[in-house]
């Protein structure tokens, strides 16, 4: 990282951090919005007059039809944001930052613009609305993660902080709850997220790059502002050589990474990377714990108001107490990558000592992140199964521990798992098959209201056992580096 280069460098560091935290994960507040939509009378019609929406002079008690149709948006737009990332993860790999930032910018504009003037009579938009906010802030995400490329070693540290960055920007939600209860309306929160778009159309043409920040870094590589400098072309070059040379030496699946007598390296190509059982197991360890979060998310203002039993002041401390822990994924996020990134120094300082494979060394400092992500999951399933109202607090706090390590790690592992080429196509699959997945929260839900008449033991009980399941990808991981980190003579 060239010295002259830091201030620009950090510019855009912060500047993307700010994007992400303020804007591109808002849909994960969906608990505060969904608390302000029912003050409002949302969707209160579809409760039947008997449903005693209004009988405990509390405002927020049961209504079955009502949560169910929150329920849905959310499921809705929880499935967009996973979904689109295909798309839109190749739009990115295709067409670069800048079409890629102005696609966003037209989805989130379109979307705050639509919620904005919504009304009671027009709510059946927020199904429109809300799926376009989600894609325009998975897009954002998308095209700040390779910001890390700017930052070397620290790579995998400023991916996880966007990752965190990107989960707590749910706390804009929250700011508009309690704006609104300070008679600051709906529309005018929403119009001002609107009118933010002029910042995100100036960074997009002064703080970003047009293509791609290529990884290894260049010397002397500028975009942004020095945009057009004559030494961008060199960059590039050296970028595509080096690029070469870091997948032919390092992102090759473990039968190719030393070939035999005659043979020559070949780049793995995305299909083989996308068949892989690397590739699977991860996609069942990021599916599983996803669920439990999406579900989690989806069901809380139905399960607090359960918990409260109706009281709707108890409701909303306990949603501004979540929506508040939300904030720290910020502050949790770096420390798995972080993690990751000493690891990954130590373990390949060492394999260069003993002559054994680089990538089995830097993929086996993905272990711990993956094993501790699970193990919160494991702690948050747990408690958000006792229906215990003060012991939901805990519940809080691992949640949004857990999810902070669960999108920057999965981002960290792919970069460490898959040649860097296909990294926005991988993600885009990955976070697409995990949405599929994800729909099951609706039925879930369903079950929980009808059959299981708001009794979710059943359901808790399936949750802790597919969470134990997702100990599996990290132990395969680890047995996959073992051999090469304990037997270099091995694999010669």
Same mark, same amino acid.
Not at 461 to 486: D, G, I, N, S
């Given at each position: ?8 460098? @950090? #510019? ?9 935290? *303020?804007? &591109? ?5 969906w %608990?505060? !919005? ?11 019609? +579809?409760?039947?007059?008997?449903? *005693? ?48 930032? +102005?696609?966003a ?5 379109? #979307? ?8 009671v009579? $027009?709510?059946?938009?927020?199904? @429109?609305?809300?799926?376009?906010? $989600? ?5 954002? @995400? ?7 490329n700017?930052? *070397? ?10 990752n965190?960055?990107?989960d707590?920007?749910s ?17 005018a ?5 609107s ?29 942004g502002l ?12 050296? &970028? ?42 991860? !996609? ?7 669920l ?32 508040? $822990? ?5 502050? /949790? %996020?770096?420390w ?33 992140s993956?094993?501790?992500t ?8 747990? /408690? ?19 999810? =902070? ?6 981002? %960290?592992?792919?970069?460490? &798992? ?10 885009g ?40 399941? $997702? ?17 270099? =003579?091995?694999?010669?």
């Open positions: 990282m060239a010295s002259q280069g830091l201030p620009l460098h @950090l #510019a855009t560091l912060l500047t993307g951090l700010l994007e992400c935290l *303020g804007f &591109a994960g808002v849909i994960f507040g %608990a505060s !919005l969904v608390f302000v939509f029912k003050t409002e009378h949302y969707f209160e019609e +579809l409760c039947e007059p008997d449903a *005693g929406l209004m009988g405990n002079g509390t405002g927020q008690a049961e209504c079955k039809a009502q949560d169910e149709r929150f329920s849905l948006i959310f499921t809705l737009a929880s499935f967009m944001i996973n979904f689109m990332t295909f798309p839109t993860g190749y739009i990115f790999d295709r067409f670069k930052t800048t079409v890629a930032r +102005l696609i910018i037209f989805f989130y504009t379109s #979307a705050t613009l639509t919620i904005a003037f919504t009304s009579d $027009t709510a059946l938009l927020l199904f @429109l609305a809300m799926p376009m906010l $989600t894609v325009g802030g998975i897009l954002f @995400l998308i095209t700040n993660l390779q910001i890390g700017l930052f *070397g070693k620290h790579r995998l540290t400023i991916i996880t902080l966007y965190g960055a990107f707590s920007s706390a804009v939600f929250l700011i508009i709850k309690l704006l609104y209860e300070q008679d600051i309306s709906l529309r929160s929403f119009i001002f997220l009118v933010c778009s002029v910042w995100h159309v100036g960074r997009t043409f002064l703080l970003m790059p047009r293509g791609h920040i290529p990884y290894p870094l260049p010397p002397n590589y500028s975009y020095c945009f057009g400098n004559s030494t961008i072309k060199e960059g590039k070059k050296t &970028a595509e050589h080096e690029n070469v040379e870091l997948q032919s030496k390092e992102f090759l699946s473990p039968k190719e990474e030393i070939p035999g007598p005659g043979q020559q390296q070949k780049p793995r190509s995305f299909w083989s990377c996308a068949f892989s059982r690397r590739f699977a197991w991860h !996609l069942v360890w990021l599916s599983v714990i996803q439990c979060h999406y579900l989690f998310i989806g069901t809380f203002n139905s399960l607090l108001s359960n918990l409260a039993r109706g009281d709707r002041v108890l409701v909303s401390t306990y949603t501004n107490a979540f929506a508040i $822990t939300q904030f720290f994924g910020v502050l /949790c %996020a770096p798995n990558g972080l993690l990751m990134d000493k690891l990954k120094e130590k373990y390949q300082k060492e394999a260069q000592k003993t002559g054994s494979s680089t990538l089995a060394a830097a993929l086996f400092s993905a272990v711990p993956l094993a501790l699970s193990l919160l999951c494991l702690g948050f399933a747990l /408690c958000a199964s006792i229906p215990v109202l003060p012991l939901q607090y805990a519940t809080f706090i691992l949640q949004v521990i857990c999810r =902070s390590f669960l999108y920057g790690g999965n981002a %960290a592992f792919l970069t460490l &798992a898959f040649p860097p080429e296909h990294f926005g196509k991988l993600l699959l990955m976070m697409a098959l995990s949405a599929i997945v994800s729909l099951l929260q609706f039925p879930i839900f369903t079950l929980i209201k009808g059959p299981l008449q708001n009794d979710p033991l059943y359901v808790n009980v399936m949750l802790v056992l597919a969470t134990l399941l $997702t100990l599996v990808h990290p132990f395969l991981v680890y047995r996959e580096c073992q051999p090469r980190k304990e037997s270099p =003579s091995a694999i010669a």
